[in-house]
């Protein structure tokens, strides 16, 4: 097995590959993986790579949308090494020079991962992408993982925060970005940004850092199960979700509360759980 890392904005993580007139092509979408992630290679198919996550997702992308590293690569590309930073807002267009008016080298979106290079200077930060292009970026727009001393208050309203940056966002099977995401992508990526690794789907899995607890002792920022859908608390009966219910499309709120107008009651009616990362 082999490392790689992701070198396009944003490729497409396929559950099976098949042959069609003679051409192999990616079929069921069920993933989203942005610029700078980590994977492993487990196999290859024409021009299709198997691969794992580092979040423990496996399927197959397009051979050209990874590079291949070494060991030392990917060690300064491992989220936990301390060496990156993380893009924060929507979209972020990496500058051929430290000015607004500069030619666009790269655009990437939020959760994409950089390394920086050299200090800040004058609001601009100079990074280095997974495919080599260097360039410059607001300071602003970076961020690194949460410290070990953000209190459980403050790790709570950072999820929270993030997911409603997704609010009105379409909704679009396997997504990750503000192109169009889906409802474990929301989740994800709301927790990811704040430094946790959870689950991609919409269950609770053993391995993964989510517990579930009583219903009763929910807080803002904890997730909430239906059968294949999955929803982050906001606190007063409120949820955020990404659905495909043409009733209430794309990245919306809704209660659990049947005396509000958002109310939706196949999914209150259908909650089977509450998951934690806080217990």
């Given at each position: 097995m082999q490392q790689a890392i992701v070198?396009?904005?944003?490729?497409?993580?396929y559950e099976t590959i098949t042959v069609?007139?003679?051409?192999t092509i990616g079929q069921n979408v069920s993933d989203e993986l942005l610029s700078g992630w980590l994977v492993t290679v487990t196999g290859c198919q024409d021009e299709f790579l198997q691969i794992i996550t580092h979040y423990g997702y496996s399927g197959w992308i397009c051979a050209k949308d990874v590079h291949r590293i070494s060991e030392e690569e990917y060690g300064l590309w491992?989220?936990?090494?301390?060496?990156?930073?993380?893009?924060?807002?929507?979209?972020?267009?990496?500058?051929?020079?430290?000015?607004v008016q500069a030619p666009i080298n790269a655009t990437l979106f939020m959760g994409s991962t950089v390394i920086p290079l050299g200090?800040?200077?004058?609001?601009?930060q100079k990074v280095r992408?997974?495919?080599?292009?260097?360039?410059?970026?607001?300071?602003i727009a970076l961020t690194a993982s949460p410290s070990g001393t953000a209190t459980h208050t403050e790790l709570r309203s950072c999820i929270i925060n993030y997911a409603l940056s997704y609010l009105g966002t379409q909704y679009r099977w396997g997504g990750k970005t503000h192109e169009g995401i889906d409802c474990s992508g929301l989740t994800f990526m709301s927790y990811?940004?704040?430094?946790?690794?959870?689950?991609?789907?919409?269950?609770?899995?053993t391995g993964y850092p989510v517990r579930e607890i009583p219903r009763s002792q929910i807080k803002p920022a904890d997730l909430l199960y239906f059968?294949?859908?999955?929803?982050?608390?906001?606190?007063?009966?409120?949820?955020?979700h990404a659905t495909g219910n043409l009733n209430s499309y794309g990245c919306v709120i809704n209660s659990l509360d049947s005396r509000d107008m958002d109310y939706r009651a196949d999914l209150a009616e259908s909650l089977y759980a509450v998951g934690s990362v806080f217990c």
């Open positions: 070198i396009v904005p944003k490729a497409t993580l069609k007139d003679h051409c491992n989220i936990r090494s301390g060496s990156l930073l993380l893009l924060t807002q929507r979209l972020t267009d990496v500058l051929a020079f430290p000015k200090g800040r200077k004058d609001g601009w992408l997974a495919d080599h292009t260097t360039g410059y970026v607001p300071a990811f940004m704040c430094g946790f690794l959870i689950y991609r789907d919409a269950s609770i899995k059968p294949g859908h999955i929803a982050l608390y906001l606190g007063n009966n409120k949820y955020i």
